[in-house]
């Protein structure tokens, strides 16, 4: 199936290199390619072909989504860059593939994964927060994958670490074509600008 020449959406999906333990986490990667594909969207993700990265990828192809890759050149071998992606790009740094899949998406979505997913989804809210960007930030919290992060999250809030207003900042949910719905619905909301650019 052709890719549409002009993404009526564009989201970027942080998750893991691997499959992970549960079955649930493979069927919330594909059903998140699906979406995407079947929206006319298009996938920005870290550029990879194994785990949880590759089933979205595949999905989103298959579903008739457009796939933008970005991978740094130390990774190329060790996640194995993904070569029927529409667009390949192959970085030099961390910093670099960060920057390029935030400014080409509208949207920020994290799925189950480990330590790079995790450091990814806290960057963009972080961003989000020093007004960098104003772009919505999910989380799908498959199978309560991340129940034990939200709770400390919101002990971080009862300890005056943190203000229930970051923790507006990103939306959580368990279904995937309900919270990527509320994702688009909020992309309008929040003006497009460059400072993605200028800023990081």
């Known amino acids: 199936m052709n890719s549409p020449s002009s993404p009526t959406f564009s989201i970027c999906v942080y998750c893991g290199s691997r499959p992970g333990a549960r079955p649930e986490f493979a069927d ?3 059903a998140v390619g699906q979406w995407i594909g079947r929206q006319g969207g298009q996938l920005v993700y870290g550029g990879g072909r194994t785990g949880l990265m590759g089933l979205v990828a595949e ?3 298959a579903a008739g989504g457009r ?11 060790k996640e194995l860059a993904n070569p029927l992606c529409d667009e390949l790009h192959v970085v030099d740094t961390m910093h670099e593939r960060k920057a390029m899949m935030a400014h080409r998406s509208d949207a920020f979505l994290a799925l189950p994964g480990g330590i ?3 450091e990814e989804l806290f960057e963009i809210w972080t961003w989000r927060q020093l007004g960098y960007h104003d772009k919505p930030v999910g989380l799908l ?5 991340y129940d034990g992060m939200l709770g400390f999250l919101r002990d971080s809030v009862r300890e005056a670490f943190m203000g229930e207003w970051q923790m507006d900042l990103i939306r959580t949910g368990e279904e995937p074509h309900a919270l990527l719905e509320a994702l688009r619905e909020d992309v309008p909301r929040h003006a497009k600008d460059d400072r993605l650019a200028e800023n990081i």
Not at 67 to 77: S, T, Y
Not at 141 to 145: F, L, T
């Open 67 to 77: 796939v933008v890759g970005v991978i740094p050149k130390a990774l190329v071998d």
């Open 59 to 61: 999905s989103t192809r």
């Open 116 to 118: 790079g997913t995790f």
């Open 28 to 30: 919330s990667a594909r």
């Open 141 to 145: 919290n498959v199978a309560g994958y």
